[in-house]
């Protein structure tokens, strides 16, 4: 956990924060393995302290690329406003961002997918800066192939965790096939905009008049918004936060993407429409060779609870079940298919 006292100091010198208290720093409940979340008592802010960087950034490049995050998309009135940076330091290693305050409760799926859908399609609708404006985000002009690398990259892991014969064989099956999809999509256009790509239900809130806000932002990037829809609405990520895990079926997640359907212009929704399966298809390849990278032995961080840990063991066992996989894959390999929904 973070030292408070080393947090108010750097906060007190920053401009609006002289008059804070040590006594109004208040630890939130801890959610997730990448940050810890300090709330500022009666001033609507909360302080997001990095305990590490997802990309293997510097702490200063990994702090900047999350602030783009925030300020790029916060016109969409669906992230919380960016209000300051504590730049790293000796005392603050991956310094912090303070960011507004979002008061509300974890989606309750599949009721709150509606919002979740017009919250992603505001976001997605953001101006789309010329391509020498878009860094320091990532940019995916081929988002096929640009997933397929960061799947490539994480599968290494594979090797080392270890997996059931006949998940391994499953997965050995998706790669090969996502590696020839990629041939075959060579050169074709799909849409692309700014998407948050970590987008599963635990990561927005639903504030009291029913707007699903995103407060987790830190993977963002230029990229197919296909991708943001499959990561809301997979198993593997409805299941990862225990406020919000509900065991829905495909006909349930369906919702969440005839309403996204429903907040965009036609034209845009007939140019996604066809992406949408494999990039499905593509991101539940994505997330479950990032989990292999747990399962081979990557550390959590020390002060992550006992509760939280057992939680992750359960997801990761589950997320390699070969029953478990078999489930998902049928998806695309059986009859149950996403557009016999839309």
Same mark, same amino acid.
């Given at each position: ?152 990259? $994480?599968?290494? +892991?594979?090797?080392?965790? @270890?997996?059931? #014969? *006949?998940?391994?064989? !499953?997965?050995?099956? &998706?790669? /090969? ?65 225990? $406020?919000?895990? +509900?065991?829905?079926?495909? @006909?349930?997640? #369906? *919702?969440?993407?005839? !309403?996204?359907?429903? &907040?965009? /212009? ?73 557009? @016999?929904?839309?």
């Amino acid at each position: 956990m973070i030292n408070l006292d080393v947090l108010h100091a750097r906060l007190v010198a920053f401009e609006g924060l002289r008059d804070l208290v040590r006594g109004d720093l208040h630890p939130m409940a801890v959610r997730g393995i990448v940050h810890d979340h300090i709330r500022l008592a009666g001033l609507g802010v909360v302080a997001r302290v990095p305990r590490f960087n997802v990309w293997g950034m510097t702490p200063g490049q990994g702090l900047a690329y999350q602030a783009t995050c925030f300020q790029r998309a916060w016109p969409s009135g669906h992230v919380p406003k960016l209000l300051g940076v504590l730049e790293p330091s000796p005392d603050l290693p991956f310094g912090a961002l303070l960011v507004e305050e979002i008061r509300g409760h974890p989606p309750r799926l599949p009721d709150d997918f509606d919002a979740i859908a017009r919250a992603l399609a505001r976001i997605h609708r953001e101006i789309v800066p010329p391509e020498t404006e878009r860094l320091p985000l990532v940019y995916h002009r081929d988002p096929v192939a640009g997933t397929l690398e960061r799947i490539e990259t $994480q599968a290494e +892991a594979l090797d080392r965790a @270890a997996i059931d #014969a *006949r998940a391994r064989a !499953a997965l050995d099956e &998706e790669l /090969d096939w996502a590696r020839r999809f990629a041939i075959e999509v060579r050169g074709l256009e799909q849409p692309s905009c700014l998407v948050m790509t970590d987008t599963h239900p635990g990561n927005f809130i639903i504030a009291p008049e029913g707007k699903a806000v995103l407060v987790d932002l830190e993977k963002g990037m230029y990229g197919s918004p296909a991708i943001d829809l499959a990561h809301a609405s997979l198993y593997t990520s409805i299941m990862w936060d225990p $406020q919000c895990a +509900a065991d829905i079926g495909l @006909a349930d997640a #369906a *919702r969440l993407y005839r !309403a996204y359907l429903g &907040e965009i /212009d036609r034209p845009a929704a007939e140019a996604i429409r066809p992406w949408f399966q494999p990039m499905r298809r593509l991101t539940w390849l994505r997330t479950t060779t990032w989990a292999a990278g747990w399962l081979a032995g990557r550390a959590l961080p020390e002060d992550v609870p006992d509760r939280l840990v057992r939680w992750i063991d359960g997801r990761l066992k589950d997320y390699f079940d070969p029953a478990t996989i078999a489930r998902i894959r049928h998806e695309w390999l059986g009859e149950d298919e996403l557009a @016999a929904y839309l």
